[in-house]
């Protein structure tokens, strides 16, 4: 079992619409969870960050984490053309490095 | 805003070829990182550092090793490229910032070895 699991994608979502990003992950471990955004050729940047069971909530976005089944995913409301990019979650230890997933491409279609 | 720095955009060498990528980072970070980047496989780790002088291996560090003299500079090397480094190098440094960690990574050096 990967440590990260994504579904590649593409996921087709239209203009205005929710686009919803899922990831689970193995390691009961981590603490911190992330998901980046990366641009066709440019390199990942974070969007947002997650420490605790439940939502948060940062603009359009929003991240969800559930610890018990090792599950968080990222909800980007009114979904626009320059959302379409490659997401990447990347649960993280506190001490060390984090592992990435291999991204979910989103394409936003007008 | 942290700034970290690769020393190339683009690299093209030749298959047995010693190639060094250059990172440097602004901030006075102790934690940085290599990654590759290849279609379907996201980012691997090759090797990370906690401080000047100390390195530790990620998930494919074989065919490469690393310097990390100064706090500033993390440096990858590939000591006989082959073809099969062809790939997106990232580096990325972290700090702990109000009790969270927070990463920047350089904009990237795509190598091809021929």
């Known amino acids: 079992q990967k440590e990260v699991e994504q579904n590649s994608g593409p996921l087709s979502v239209p203009e205005g619409a929710i686009a919803s990003l899922n990831c689970t992950y193995s390691?009961?471990?981590?603490?911190?969870f992330f998901w980046y955004r990366q641009y066709s050729g440019k390199s990942p940047e974070l969007i947002m960050s997650?420490?605790?069971?439940g939502d948060k909530e940062d603009g359009r976005f929003t991240a969800q984490l559930n610890k018990a089944s090792q599950y968080v995913s990222l909800l980007i409301r009114d979904s626009q053309p320059s959302d379409s990019a490659t997401y990447l979650c990347?649960?993280?230890?506190?001490?060390?490095?984090?592992?990435f997933g291999s991204g979910t491409r989103l394409s936003i279609r007008p | 805003d942290v700034k970290v720095t690769q020393s190339s955009r683009y690299l093209v060498k030749r298959t047995g070829e010693k190639v060094f990528l250059e990172c440097v980072q602004d901030m006075d970070h102790e934690n940085m990182f290599w990654y590759r980047q290849d279609p379907g496989l996201g980012l691997r780790l090759i090797y990370f550092?906690?401080?000047?002088?100390?390195?530790e291996k990620g998930d494919i560090p074989e065919g490469y090793s690393v310097s990390r003299e100064k706090k500033e500079r993390f440096s990858l090397i590939l000591e006989s490229a082959s073809t099969n480094q062809t790939s997106m190098y990232l580096c990325?440094?972290?700090?702990?910032?109000?009790?969270?960690?927070?990463?920047?990574f350089g904009s990237g050096t795509r190598l091809t070895v021929v």
């Open positions: 390691d009961r471990g981590s603490q911190s």
């Open positions: 997650i420490y605790s069971n």
């Open positions: 550092s906690y401080d000047v002088k100390m390195k």
């Open positions: 990347a649960p993280g230890g506190d001490a060390s490095k984090i592992i």
């Open positions: 990325a440094s972290r700090v702990l910032q109000g009790g969270r960690w927070g990463y920047t």
